[in-house]
């Protein structure tokens, strides 16, 4: 490394995952649980930075 601090990207949850939400779940449900999915991913991503001091 060069000493410059690395920050992770994270662009949200596996799209393998997504897909499956999407193949399974009825129509009208698939917006809202896609979307809760998505948020929650984030959090807990966002969470583990937070612990880890990663930026």
């Given at each position: 490394m060069n000493g410059?601090?690395?920050?992770?990207?994270?662009?949200?949850?596996?799209?393998?995952?997504?897909?499956?939400?999407?193949?399974?779940?009825?129509?009208?449900?698939r917006s809202a649980?896609?979307?809760?999915?998505?948020?929650?991913?984030?959090?807990?991503?966002?969470?583990?930075?937070?612990?880890?001091?990663?930026?």
């Open positions: 410059h601090a690395i920050k992770k990207v994270h662009n949200g949850p596996p799209p393998l995952a997504k897909w499956l939400l999407k193949r399974l779940l009825r129509y009208e449900y649980v896609v979307g809760d999915f998505e948020e929650i991913y984030r959090e807990i991503f966002e969470e583990h930075d937070r612990r880890h001091g990663i930026t």
